[in-house]
């Protein structure tokens, strides 16, 4: 059989399984351009014309397919990439863990029993087991670099305001940025040039970074703890020095609730079902969307002004020496670990807490994977706008970790 990049997608659909995959597409490749040949795996909040965009809960499930797809899927279309179909994820994105209750729940390849992280799942699944060579996200506050860790790929959250959103069902339009993920580091440039409004421009990476020593590192398990230093140590070895501060940004980031932005704008996204479908909703999301009646007006308008000022202190500080962490703090943790509501919400918030800062600084950061150590991974944070430098400071890592 001659090998096409429609024979490739026919090949990657037939591989394509619950629970990371939600529904298998029969649409041919459409485009021919940079991204020919290579197949998507589509997080399944995204329109994909003549299909229905659940957003991984079943009160959307009857809902009127879309008439077009949303920005990004068109993009990659129009590159040539082959969409396999829409890949599982946490209902409404509302979790860092990827436990779904109502398609199950996907899991890495890396760890027997362990889950794939969240929200982001079944698309870094699929990337994972060479279903897909491309995962297509969303992050808002780690849904595309916590999964990109727990399954040892390179995971990209980036300036939000790069890439379109038209298209994607929201989480909170704060924090919501299109993310990516790939097997292969050389695959993030040319996905992300098909999907910014503009290319990235050719940027130095910089010769610094920041290891903060009040934030981030509290609590991290000792083979991350371990597999990080490695980390370090490769990045002084490619030139980089590596700066241990303290500093002031990370105490009032941690005074920041942060959890308000998804809980009141998941509720102004999503109320409707909230209101009339609250008990076909998995429990664990109603309750996190509860938590916005207990949110005043003043209150979540002190929240924005405290963000506001921290963005405006991340680019003075994150411009020119990223933030360099641990993704997240723990190894991917098996799903019957999880069982319980309590152990739950500890794990949510430790695995979204590192990656949350880059969200609320609209920063961009990059996840990379520890390959001595599989689901752990080490991530870079800079400031908005510094996504070219960035990049090539992890392309240079790359082949270091």
Same mark, same amino acid.
């Given at each position: 059989?001659?090998? %096409?990049?429609?024979?490739?997608?026919?090949?990657?659909?037939a591989r394509?399984?619950?629970p990371?995959?939600?529904?298998?597409?029969?649409?041919?490749?459409?485009?021919? *351009?940079p991204?020919?040949?290579?197949?998507?795996?589509?997080?399944?909040?995204?329109?994909?014309?003549?299909q229905?965009?659940?957003a991984?809960t079943?009160v959307?499930?009857?809902?009127? /397919?879309? %008439?077009?797809?949303?920005?990004?899927?068109?993009?990659?279309?129009?590159?040539?990439a082959?969409?396999?179909?829409?890949?599982?994820? %946490?209902?409404l994105?509302?979790?860092?863990?990827?436990?779904?209750?109502?398609?199950?729940?996907? +899991?890495?390849?890396?760890?027997?029993?362990?889950?794939?992280?969240?929200?982001?799942?079944g698309?870094?699944?699929?990337?994972a087991?060479? #279903?897909a060579?491309?995962?297509?996200g969303?992050?808002?506050?780690g849904s595309?670099?916590?999964?990109?860790a727990f399954?040892?790929?390179?995971?990209?959250?980036?300036?939000a =305001?790069?890439?379109?959103?038209?298209?994607a #069902?929201?989480?909170?339009? =704060?924090?919501? =940025?299109? *993310?990516?993920?790939?097997r292969d580091?050389? +695959?993030?440039r040319?996905?992300?040039?098909?999907?910014?409004?503009?290319?990235?421009?050719?940027?130095?990476?910089?010769?610094?970074?920041?290891?903060?020593?009040?934030?981030?590192?509290?609590?991290?398990?000792?083979?991350?703890m371990?597999?990080?230093?490695?980390?370090?140590?490769?990045?002084?070895?490619a030139?980089?020095?590596?700066?241990?501060l303290?500093?002031?940004?990370?105490?009032?980031?941690?005074?920041?609730?942060?959890?308000q932005?998804?809980?009141?704008?998941?509720?102004?996204h999503? *109320?409707?079902?909230?209101?009339?479908?609250?008990?076909?909703?998995?429990?664990?999301? @109603?309750?996190?969307?509860?938590?916005?009646?207990? #949110?005043?007006a003043?209150?979540?308008?002190?929240?924005?002004?405290a963000?506001d000022?921290?963005?405006?202190?991340?680019?003075?500080?994150f411009?020119?020496? /990223?933030?360099?962490? /641990?993704?997240?703090?723990?190894?991917p943790?098996g799903? @019957?670990? +999880?069982?319980?509501?309590?152990?739950?919400?500890?794990?949510?918030?430790l695995?979204?807490?590192?990656?949350?800062?880059?969200?609320?600084?609209?920063?961009?950061?990059? =996840?990379?994977?520890?390959?001595?150590?599989?689901g752990?991974g080490l991530?870079? %944070?800079?400031?908005? *706008?510094?996504?070219?430098?960035l990049?090539?400071?992890a392309?240079? +890592?790359?082949?270091?970790?």
């Open positions: 059989m001659t090998d %096409t990049p429609q024979t490739r997608l026919d090949a990657a659909r394509a399984k619950a990371d995959f939600t529904r298998v597409f029969d649409d041919p490749v459409s485009g021919d *351009g991204l020919s040949g290579l197949s998507v795996a589509v997080k399944d909040l995204f329109d994909v014309k003549g229905v965009t659940p991984g079943r959307r499930a009857e809902d009127a /397919p879309a %008439t077009e797809d949303a920005t990004a899927v068109a993009r990659l279309r129009a590159a040539g082959g969409l396999i179909g829409h890949a599982n994820m %946490t209902e994105a509302y979790s860092g863990l990827g436990l779904n209750p109502h398609y199950g729940t996907p +899991l890495t390849p890396l760890r027997e029993g362990c889950i794939a992280g969240g929200s982001t799942s698309g870094a699944s699929a990337v087991r060479g #279903v060579d491309i995962a297509l969303t992050d808002t506050g595309a670099r916590i999964p990109a399954c040892g790929l390179y995971g990209v959250k980036p300036t =305001s790069s890439i379109s959103r038209a298209g #069902v929201p989480l909170s339009h =704060s924090l919501d =940025s299109v *993310g990516v993920m790939t580091i050389g +695959l993030l040319p996905v992300l040039n098909v999907l910014r409004d503009t290319p990235l421009p050719a940027a130095p990476m910089p010769r610094a970074v920041v290891v903060p020593q009040n934030f981030g590192l509290d609590d991290v398990e000792p083979e991350v371990a597999a990080f230093e490695t980390g370090l140590t490769a990045l002084a070895a030139g980089v020095a590596v700066r241990r303290s500093l002031d940004i990370f105490e009032r980031y941690r005074a920041l609730p942060v959890w932005f998804s809980a009141v704008e998941s509720r102004a999503h *109320g409707a079902h909230y209101d009339s479908a609250r008990d076909r909703l998995d429990p664990r999301v @109603a309750s996190r969307m509860a938590r916005a009646d207990g #949110v005043s003043i209150d979540f308008a002190r929240t924005l002004a963000r000022a921290l963005i405006a202190e991340a680019e003075r500080l411009s020119d020496t /990223p933030v360099v962490l /641990p993704t997240v703090a723990l190894l943790p799903l @019957a670990a +999880l069982e319980d509501d309590a152990a739950y919400d500890r794990t949510n918030l695995a979204l807490r590192n990656t949350s800062f880059g969200n609320l600084i609209d920063g961009c950061s990059v =996840s990379l994977p520890l390959t001595d150590t599989p752990a991530m870079l %944070t800079a400031a908005r *706008g510094r996504d070219a430098a990049l090539t400071l392309e240079t +890592l790359a082949g270091r970790l």
